[in-house]
Structure formats: structure tokens, C-alpha cells
């Protein structure tokens, strides 16, 4: 128990201290219980005794009670708070034709939006986005805390949502920066691609941008090593492995490591490599994770104000003390 009004315990020792005595030499002056011998005040029960004694007494309680409640108690409770810095996440979704590759299953889209739903569901007092990309880059969703609404965008993802052959990855990383330079002081960008940036802005170049407005960036690079065999659809809807005019079998490009290990050290994050599914959801857990570091756990006193009890207490006895007053004085006069 603390109290708030510390200060004021002097003034109100010196206060009670005055109001006491007062009572006390009031009652010592002006009251007095008059017997005309011994054997009467023996034969005073102790009842009558008790109702001259009691109003004083729930007198001086009640004043020290309301001298408690002007120093404002106050109950101390010990509570650990997590201190959030507020990270805004972009995640950058390669949806280009190669994302159909089957080396992660269904495809490489397919587990990649599961990993997403994923992670953002896990995310707490976190707010999201989401970009997409091909030839061209889209705000797919606005950063939002509402979770709920960022995996519903995720679904409606597909090979088909941006209609322009190529991978701008420069260009989503623009698009990115630019939905996250309003934010708070934690900015973080996940981009996920498993091809080579071949339209649009140079991709170190981007990344130089987003560092100067302290983006964070992480790349990831989708495909198994060596490139995933390159499988279409044919008009009878078998799939069958694309050859070249040789009959070589062709394969979907693999990420180009070099930019996106570039990318990440100017954008002050860490470049991975997924080559199935687990290995991508893992690489998600981990910037997850990382981030979180951010996070200060600190103790602090919760303090609760207890003076209303005191103070409804001393008024209470106060009033109680009156009554029985008022009670005797109506007895002595009937």
C-alpha cells in the first residue's frame, strides 16, 4: 500500500491531532455522568455505559479514516507489459508464369499463399499488405491489422491476376516503399520470387531507395537447385515436359541469387533460399521471429486508488456517531 498524497501526512497528523483533542476535552468539559452514590454507578449496565463512549469513538475513527483518505492509498500491483514498436509488413507475391512450377506442391503460387496465410495469421498488433507482381507490380491490399481481410486477398491470388509476361522485382519493391513511407518507424519488406528481374526499374536501385526511407527488406528465392522441369498443359489436358527443338527438356529459371543476396544487404535483411514448402514456411518463421527482437518486455507498478473506501468509511462512522447522538439526546428527553 502506497499513498500519493504522502506529502500531506504532517498536515494531516496535525489536523487529526486538533479535532481529537477538541473532542476529547469537549466531553471532558462539558459531559459528565452524574450518580448520587457508588452503589448507582455499579449498578449502571454496561449498555448505558457503552452509548455515552461509542458516538466519540466512531468520531475519532471517522476522522482518522477520512485523514487515510486524504493521503490518497493507493494498492501497487507488479505487471510485465510488452512494449510493441509497430511493424508495417509488405509481403511482395511473384505471381509470373514460372510460379506454376510444380517443384513445390501444387505449384509454387499455391504453397506460397498457404505460407502466407500462415504468417499473417500468426502476426499479432502487426500490420500487413500485400503486393503482387509479373511484368507489372499491383497493391493486391493496403496494410491493415485486419488479418482476416489480408488472407482473404491472398486467396483470390493467381497465375492470372496480373496479366504482363515478365518479373519486375524492382518495381514491387517501389511499389512497396511507397505503401510503407507513411508508416512507423519498423517498415519491413518480404519479397518472394523465383525468377530474374528482367522489366522495369533495376532492383539494386530499388532497394537503395527503400534504404534511404529505412525499409527493411528480406528476399526470398523460391525453387529447388538446378531450376524445376518446365510442364505444360496440352489441348487434350495431359501434362507434358516442354523440349526445345532438340528435344532437350526445358526448365523454369532459377532466382538470381546474386541480385536478391544484394537487395537484402542494402535493404539491411537476410536473402533465403526455399526449395519446398517447409523450407519457405520456416524462412517466413524466421523473419517473423527476427523482427519480433525488436520487441521490449518491461515491468512496471500499476497503481490502483483506494482512497473512496477510506473516505465513504470516516463519513459513514461520522454519520452513525450523529445518530446515536441524536438517539440519546431524544431518549434523555422523552
Not at 492470372?160 to 507513411?182: D, F, K, P, S
Amino acid at each position: 500500500m502506497n499513498f500519493g498524497n504522502i506529502n500531506l501526512l504532517p498536515w494531516g497528523i496535525a489536523a487529526a491531532a486538533v479535532l481529537i483533542a477538541a473532542l476529547l476535552w469537549r466531553n471532558f468539559k462539558f459531559v459528565r455522568i452524574r450518580f448520587s452514590n457508588f452503589s448507582s454507578l455499579l449498578k449502571a449496565s454496561s449498555k448505558q455505559q457503552l452509548l455515552y463512549i461509542l458516538p466519540d469513538t466512531l468520531k475519532i475513527l471517522g476522522i482518522i479514516l477520512l485523514v487515510i483518505a486524504l493521503l490518497r492509498p493507493q494498492l501497487v500491483r507488479k505487471e510485465t507489459q510488452e512494449k510493441i514498436k509497430g511493424i508495417d509488413i509488405i509481403l511482395a507475391l511473384d505471381v509470373s508464369g514460372s510460379m506454376q512450377a510444380e517443384d513445390l506442391k501444387p505449384n509454387r503460387v499455391e504453397a506460397a499463399k498457404r505460407v502466407c496465410r500462415d504468417f499473417v495469421s500468426g502476426l499479432e498488433n502487426d500490420r500487413v499488405g500485400l503486393v503482387v507482381f509479373a511484368g507489372k507490380a499491383f497493391t493486391q491490399c493496403p496494410l491493415t491489422v485486419d488479418y482476416e481481410i489480408v488472407n482473404s486477398f491472398i486467396d483470390q491470388v493467381d497465375l492470372q491476376t496480373v496479366r504482363i509476361n515478365g518479373t519486375a522485382i524492382g518495381e514491387a519493391l517501389l511499389t512497396a516503399t511507397n505503401r510503407l513511407e507513411a508508416s512507423g518507424p519498423s517498415k519491413v519488406i518480404i519479397l518472394a520470387t523465383d525468377g530474374v528481374s528482367n522489366v522495369g526499374i533495376n532492383p539494386v536501385e530499388a532497394a537503395k531507395i527503400a534504404a534511404y526511407k529505412k525499409v527493411k527488406i528480406y528476399t526470398i528465392g523460391i525453387g529447388k537447385k538446378g531450376g524445376a522441369p518446365m510442364v505444360v498443359m496440352d489441348s487434350s489436358g495431359v501434362k507434358r515436359q516442354v523440349v526445345d527443338n532438340y528435344g532437350t527438356p526445358q526448365k523454369w529459371e532459377e532466382p538470381d541469387e546474386e541480385v536478391l543476396k544484394n537487395v537484402a544487404e542494402i535493404g539491411g535483411g537476410r536473402y533465403f533460399r526455399a526449395t519446398d514448402e517447409k523450407s519457405l514456411k520456416d524462412i517466413y518463421n524466421i523473419i517473423g521471429r527476427l523482427e519480433k527482437q525488436d520487441i521490449q518486455v518491461k515491468t512496471y507498478d500499476r497503481k490502483e486508488d483506494k482512497f473512496i473506501w477510506f473516505l465513504w468509511a470516516g463519513f459513514l462512522l461520522l454519520l452513525t456517531a450523529l445518530a446515536l447522538e441524536a438517539w440519546k439526546f431524544l431518549r434523555v428527553v422523552a
